[in-house]
């Protein structure tokens, strides 16, 4: 299976790689200045597609709204303005939590011009989520909507360096302490604004993304960035002068910010944003209705759309469709099989992380799918997979190992917010670990095989048991417990906690569904367990670590491995 490449193929294009193709495209230097922010708008409008649509909005009740690149210009200096006249400095983090709505993609690149640090959170986060990013980068400020300034009223007062926060659609709703309402278009258009001079090495985008240990790291971007954001957007997803393209991610994830938009709008591409749940026929209708060229979607949304059949999807108009991408999760074979039958398409995968900023493995286009397979390194990207004993290459191919990549390339961050450990720990003999694990065919094909760690993989968003075993600790019922992936047939994984209780406890399903309501108020409908096992012990090592390996094994029907540490096994 193969689509039609519009640029060279992917031998040539490695074979004749520098990353100073994308600068000089750009028209950046690694010494020069770089701002995203300026980079997405107003330099589209210099050459000359100030009245091209940028984004087109539309929400769940099909309310719609086009701004064009000169729009994301003007507004985005009007936004920076806004934060700079607040008394915000440049370095200071400013938080987005909000839905999809315009004010986010605006306020994102607002934030880079005033030379802020664009912290974006996903607006399902309960308090204690929100509260834990926001205390560990000490953020100050945050954008948000009324729907969701609950949250954050909740959690102000154990935040004291939150000077702000900013309500987007406040009305005349009564304010509280600290909170201001920016009508974004009440405010005059700033049509002038020396933008922030940040040069490569400038902190960008704050990302928080989960791992075994600890709360979530924030994995700092720098605006040097958009190189590698630009060149992937162009290349992987195959961005052309015509496209409509639709990024189904939110940009509380890296996927939204990276290619929903800062990879989209350097290429000057129009994109479109439904701010709406998942529904097959609501999603069908919106590529039709706008005429959709390239779609980059998650495993999850696909197999939804699978388990609704190829005839729903005939109903509908989807023959703009040109290119599909996935990113995210696995994406099975059976996948990239069924939108071949249902859109005359095959879905490519890409492989990458909050870390690496950009897609580092790729079905690239023209090159030819092996269904199942994750494909080839995007080039420029030196990828392989270690053997886990010696942390070295394998020196031939079919081993499982763990996929490594040189460090280097523009869009790599730079360094987990005050957790330089953190940090350091993801390197091993001069290379940066995914914590994830493959093989490589011997055509050099990437196959994904599993994380090398506890972090689950719900519907492509990574949850951390850390994170969700803290939250349950806090329930008054709950002695211990232990998060773990168990297998879903649409979200692949899901969290399943184990639990035991206090002294005078009773589980049962009235505690479950408690404690399941707790852990989503707090966290958010990704962490809460699907299922709370309530037993007596958990399994842990003499030292009194508990095992999460053997409660996962157990779950997806595989051997428990060594369990000559265990304690009571
Ligand atoms: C982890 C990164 C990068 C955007 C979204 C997630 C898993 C990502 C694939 C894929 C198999 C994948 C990995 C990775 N993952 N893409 N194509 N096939 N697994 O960013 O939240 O940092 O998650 O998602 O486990 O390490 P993230």
Redesign the pocket.
Known sequence: MSTVATHPSYDELCANFDWAIAERELGVTRSGRINIGWHCSDRICELGLASKPALIWENFSGTGRTYTFDDLRALSNTIAVYLADLGLQPGERICLFMDRVPDLYIGFLGILKMGGIAQPLFSAFGGDSLWTRLADARTSAILTQRKHVGKVRKIREKLPELRHIVVVDAGEAPLQEREVAMALDELPRVERLDVYPSTSETPSVL?Y??GTTGQPKG?QHVHYSIVSQYLTAKWVLDLQPDDIYWCN?DPG???GT?YGIIGPWANGTTQVVLDSGFSTERWYAFIDKHRVTVWYS??TAIRLLMRDGTKVARKYALTSLRHLC??????NAEAVIWSQEAFGLPFH????????GC?V?TNFPGMPIKPGS?GKPFPGITATVLNPKTNEPYDRPGPVGL?ALRPGWPSMIRSYWNNPTGYASKFKNGWYL???RASIDPDGYFW?V??DDD?I?TG???VGPFEIESALLEHPAVAESAAVAKPDPVNMEVVKAFVTLKPGFEGGPDLELEIMNFVRNKLSPLAMPQEIEFVPSLPKTRSGKIVRRILRAKEWGEPVGDTSTLMDE
């Open positions: 990302h993304t989960s994995a991610a994830w890296v996927t990276s998650a495993p996935s990113v995210g999760e696995p994406l995968d890409t492989f990458w992380q909050t870390e690496t897609i493995v994750m996929i995914c914590g994830d994904f599993g994380r972090v993989n492509g968003h990574l």
